[in-house]
């Protein structure tokens, strides 16, 4: 008599755990069946700015699709790789826009920026001495509100002369 309770247990046990698990297969089939069909919105544009070295040209067009500045410009940025102790000139041209450049430390700290060059133009010319070495981050922008347009950025490392 023992030994047909113990198979009434395991039969309704097993019964009932297959139950159990019928009720999950389908309960996680019908789950994702839904997430397959759930609207999937990806960013349109990913933060990957592009590598610059020294003395070579960039020209590029500012656009809409450029970072917001929220002062109703925008800016693109650029990265590269200084040493400590360089000394470096960025000089930034636009007969489109009035540009503004700056450099960012890796950290995001503002180095330096120049809004309007010496010549009296609005285009840029930043000049700065390097004080530890990483990844930098050279920020075009327009000034303000203007929307942009085609532009030229030069970097160059300073050489010191031999005397």
Same mark, same amino acid.
């Given at each position: 008599? &023992?030994? %047909?309770?113990?198979?009434?247990? #395991?039969?309704?046990?097993?019964? !009932?755990? !297959?139950?159990?698990?019928?009720? +999950? ?10 997430? $397959?069909?759930?609207?999937? $919105?990806?960013?349109?544009? #990913?933060?990957?700015? =592009?590598?610059? !070295?020294? @003395?070579?040209?960039?020209?590029? #067009?500012? *656009?809409?699709? @450029?970072?917001? *500045? ?10 590269? =790789?200084?040493?400590?102790?360089? $000394? ?12 503004? #450049?700056?450099?960012?430390? %890796? ?14 133009? /609005? ?15 050279? &920020? ?11 532009? /030229?950025?030069? +970097?160059?490392?300073?050489?010191? *002369?031999?005397?």
């Amino acid at each position: 008599m &023992r030994f %047909g309770m113990v198979i009434r247990f #395991v039969y309704k046990w097993f019964a !009932t755990f !297959t139950v159990s698990f019928e009720k +999950l297969a389908i309960g996680i089939a019908l789950c994702s069946l839904g997430l $397959q069909t759930l609207p999937v $919105q990806a960013e349109s544009k #990913v933060y990957n700015p =592009q590598a610059i !070295t020294s @003395d070579k040209v960039v020209s590029d #067009v500012l *656009t809409l699709d @450029d970072i917001p *500045t929220g002062d109703g410009g925008f800016a693109r940025d650029y990265f590269v =790789q200084l040493e400590k102790g360089d $000394q470096v000139t960025i000089d930034l041209t636009s007969d489109n826009f009035d540009s503004m #450049v700056m450099l960012i430390a %890796g950290d995001g700290a503002k180095i330096a920026e120049n809004d309007d060059g010496p010549d009296g133009s /609005t285009n840029s010319l930043l000049f700065s001495r390097i004080t530890e070495g990483g990844k930098y981050i050279v &920020r075009v922008r327009a000034y303000g509100d203007t929307s942009g347009g085609e532009y /030229t950025l030069k +970097l160059t490392r300073l050489k010191p *002369t031999m005397k």
